[in-house]
């Protein structure tokens, strides 16, 4: 397999800047291996917060596999987001204990201090992303919150504005 080749890229100018470069040298990292496109896949995903579909499509090419195996994975997983994410992606766990101990009125009140809705869930700022997950396991921590890699247990409307309030603090500074 070819290393990648930036003067080979598709025409998108977001392709084109140091995004795409980063894409080819992740591609270039894993030796074009298909058995390598989860970890492919994650890298990419860190570079964006998400998969842009045209992203999609040229690894599928670099990798020499069916777009749809590539986009198969990509929306099989929880982990892979197809959209754009926020800098901080805050996931509200919806199982059965946390939905039993009120996760919707959390989520309630997360998206009314956003201003989202279920089919808006990203900020316009891109700052926040509000996911809702069927269970993060840790059930004896009901109802549960992750924002970003931190866990955030017992947690109320009130405790989950205070956390994103201190966020919101952090970023201001």
Do not use: W
Not at 37 to 52: E, G, K, N, S, T
């Amino acid at each position: 397999m070819q290393p990648c080749q930036t003067q080979a890229a598709p025409t998108s100018s977001d392709l084109r800047s140091e995004k795409f470069v980063a894409v080819c040298s992740i591609l270039d990292r894993h030796a074009h291996q298909p058995s390598r496109l989860i970890p492919i896949l994650q890298a990419i995903q860190a570079v964006y917060r998400y998969l842009p579909e045209e992203v999609l499509t040229f690894v599928a090419t670099s990798l020499e596999v069916a777009p749809a195996r590539v986009f198969g994975v990509a929306s099989f997983y929880g982990h892979f987001a197809l959209k754009p994410r926020g800098k901080h992606v805050i996931r509200l766990c919806d199982g059965t204990a946390c939905h039993v101990k009120a996760s919707i009125p959390i989520l309630d009140a997360l998206r009314e201090k956003l201003k989202l809705d279920p089919e808006h869930n990203t900020t316009e700022d891109m700052l926040f992303t509000v996911e809702t997950v069927a269970c993060l396991g840790a059930c004896g921590l009901a109802p549960v919150m992750v924002v970003d890699d931190e866990v955030h247990g017992l947690m109320s409307p009130q405790t989950a504005l205070e956390v994103l309030d201190g966020i919101v603090k952090a970023e201001a500074a």
